[in-house]
């Protein structure tokens, strides 16, 4: 993992682009959905490390960030952190853990990013054990005019976002994946609809034995 590019200025001013959102909406999604995770939980893709502080019921914290910009900044806020914290150089789609070994494992707006969506929710579904859980927060492709303007402007928002893909059917990716029983879906919009990256979804799943 060590040629991978890191994205210094966008990881510089990411924190403070998601100031609001995370003041608002996306805080309490993140608590929603992370504060009562138990036991090893690996957070994929996890940036600077904002779903830190909602992991609060866990045991082990495994942060996997591939970007080494974002991994420093991960490694300043890790120590804050009442659970212990291991920070892991990785992708999403080779994940360095032994089968079964989460108890949980959290996407939080970065199936976007990933080259590989397919590969990395195999890779999840691995690591995780059969009682496991998984949890998505995930900004996803529209419908209608919106869709074909997220096509548009994807070539240029993926150079500009650090790779963020805004037309990804992430949900689509996950139902058809098959390795997992969906328990809770919620598709909703809390910023203007014609943004890009406006439609979301929160998603707990659990893996299909």
Aim: hydrophobic fraction near 45%; proline fraction near 7%.
């Amino acid at each position: 993992m060590g040629g991978v590019r890191g994205h210094r200025i966008f990881a510089g001013f990411y924190d403070r682009l998601n100031a609001a959102a995370e003041r608002g909406f996306l805080g309490k999604r993140r608590e929603a959905l992370l504060h009562g995770l138990t036991g090893t939980v690996c957070d994929i893709g996890a940036g600077t490390g904002a779903n830190l502080p909602y992991l609060r019921s866990a045991e082990r914290i495994v942060a996997v960030e591939p970007d080494p910009a974002m991994r420093a900044r991960l490694a300043r806020r890790a120590p804050a952190t009442s659970v212990p914290v291991e920070i892991a150089e990785a992708s999403a789609e080779a994940l360095p853990f032994a089968d079964a070994s989460a108890d949980a494992v959290v996407f939080t707006l970065v199936l976007c990013t990933v080259p590989d969506p397919d590969a990395a929710l195999a890779e999840a579904r691995r690591v995780l054990r059969d009682d496991g859980k998984l949890v998505l927060l995930e900004h996803v492709r529209g419908t209608g005019r919106l869709a074909r303007g997220q096509d548009l402007v994807t070539p240029v928002w993926k150079v500009f976002g650090a790779g963020c893909h805004p037309n990804r059917d992430t949900l689509g990716t996950l139902r058809r994946h098959g390795e997992f029983e969906l328990d809770e879906v919620e598709e909703f919009s809390e910023i203007p609809r014609w943004v890009p990256v406006s439609p979301m979804i929160q998603v707990t799943a659990r893996p299909v034995s």
